[in-house]
């Protein structure tokens, strides 16, 4: 047996984090960044003001002793220490101060808080003072760096006969600060705290709407949306609760025409479109398989809201029956065809029973006349058809017609003047001939039979189907009640008949499916009455740009 391969161990790939959990880190680290700057803000700013209050202090109390008379008495005494050592201890308790120096001009102390440094010289600046000026500064002294202020002592003669200097060390400063700077630690970490919960809480909701995926991957759902819905075969258009246009992929572009309009950012009812279509979209209840016809195709509509909660916006496909509808017209020709063609075998098997019983009875001369007659109308019909039209789609359309014709008791009739030698225009095809043509003798043959009586003589239908160096012209004649004036723009309206009304897509389709073939091959449809309705399409042999006016009266 083969040695069985070891399984390969599992790659443990790294899960990228979320963007809430990004956008968590980035704004704790900004809340963070933010309190520490304002902390620092806040320790530099009350350092800089007690550091000033500690400079009011010095030089309030020193100009105090300064100007009191048991000092500028005790200056002129033998022993100047006597007297000052317990005042200045007095006044360094009073006044909250690290220490109270008194000395002479030399700068040979009379008082210190350290009895040993008595008599010996002051640590610091005194030229200053000795000029008569009262100063500060922050000094390194036997007791430590301290902020001080050094003042001259005068005499009543107003002559510098000592100097004062009181000093608050350092070391007592960053004790009045260490609580300040601990109350707005804790502040800073309140502040921190509170940022971070409401961070928290912000993407916590972030990650729910975003289900816990990270940027990268947004962007590639991003990505994968767009391809998917420009890629689908169906259109698909989104509109927002206004009506405007928020995604119109390629498909829908393509079926609406609209590749060179752009939709996103338009209200749908600007876009040029049929009215029928602009209508069934914005109306207040959805559209289910509503068949519509725009420029060059037919489509099949389907509206649905977006969400189940507010009103968001309106959800449009679109999808292309054009094909479907012309693979049904033909469909119903072949139909008509089959119908025909049973009809005319019954009519067949009638005239042969009528000829065997003439045969039967001896009648040999009355059978040969009659067979004769049938066989010659049904001939003639058929030698006028081939002889003028030598495109064997049109030839085969045009006799299965006359059979459908027939067997509802209306006369079809090729004009003299048909005539179809050359070739038909390169860009039209066999399924738009068939459409325009049938649907053109269709509607004549239900105009004919409901305007029977109106007119002497039995319903008629004259078909004129003729080319020449320019165009391929179709003429089809009725003997019905014809086309009221204000009714001629509305004939090629999907869904306008003056029919009885049928199944959905039975009535008002036919004559909207010519005039979108008409369009589609650069031609036009034109109206006339005489006595009946004639409709006229003209085809040019050169395929010019599609008019918006493809329908015109005469």
Known sequence: ?????????????????????????????????????????????????????????????????????????????????????????????DADVDFVTIMDTHGLRWTHPDRAEIGRHFLGHIGPALAGRTFTETYTGTLGPSVRAVTPVRDARGEVVALVSVGITV????????????ALVAVAVAALALGGLGTWLANRRLRRHTHGMGAAELSHLYEYHQATLHSVREGLVLLDRAGTVVLCNDAARDLLALDDDPAEGRPFADLDLPEPLRAAVAGPEPVRDQLHLTAERVVVVNTSPIGDGPDLG??????????????????????????????????????LHAVVSLIETGRHRQAVDFATAELELAQQLTDRVVGAVNEPVLAALLLGKAAQAAERGVDLVLTQESRIDDALPEQLSARDLVTLLGNLIDNALDAAIEGAGEHDGPPTVTVTARTDARELLLRVAD??????????????????????????????V?????????????????????????????????????????????
């Open 314 to 351: 309106t959800v449009v496909t679109l999808r292309d029956h054009t094909e479907l509808q012309a693979l049904s017209g033909e469909l119903d020709s072949v139909r008509g065809f089959a119908e025909a063609l049973g009809a005319q075998a019954h009519e067949a098997a009638n005239r």
């Open 171 to 182: 070391r007592q400063l960053s004790g009045q600060l260490r609580g300040a700077i601990t």
């Open 1 to 93: 047996m083969p040695a069985r391969t070891a399984p390969r161990p599992r790659r443990r790939h790294r899960v990228a984090r979320s963007l809430a959990g990004q956008l968590f880190a980035v704004q704790v680290l900004i809340v963070t960044l933010v309190v520490a700057g304002c902390a620092v803000l806040a320790y530099v700013l009350t350092s800089d003001r007690a550091e000033q209050a500690a400079e009011r202090q010095v030089v309030a109390t020193a100009t105090t002793v300064a100007d009191a008379p048991t000092v500028v008495q005790a200056v002129g005494e033998p022993d100047p220490t006597a007297v000052l050592q317990p005042y200045a201890l007095r006044v360094t308790r």
């Open 479 to 508: 003997t019905g009640r014809g086309i009221e004036p204000d009714a001629v723009e509305r004939i090629f309206e999907r869904g306008w008949s003056t029919k009885q009304p049928g199944p959905a897509g039975a009535r008002g």
């Open 510 to 554: 036919g004559l909207a499916l010519v005039a979108q073939a008409a369009r589609r091959n650069g031609g036009r449809v034109e109206v006339g009455r005489a006595p009946g309705a004639v409709l006229t399409v003209h085809i040019p042999f050169q395929r010019s740009p599609l008019a918006r006016d493809a329908v015109g009266a005469r």
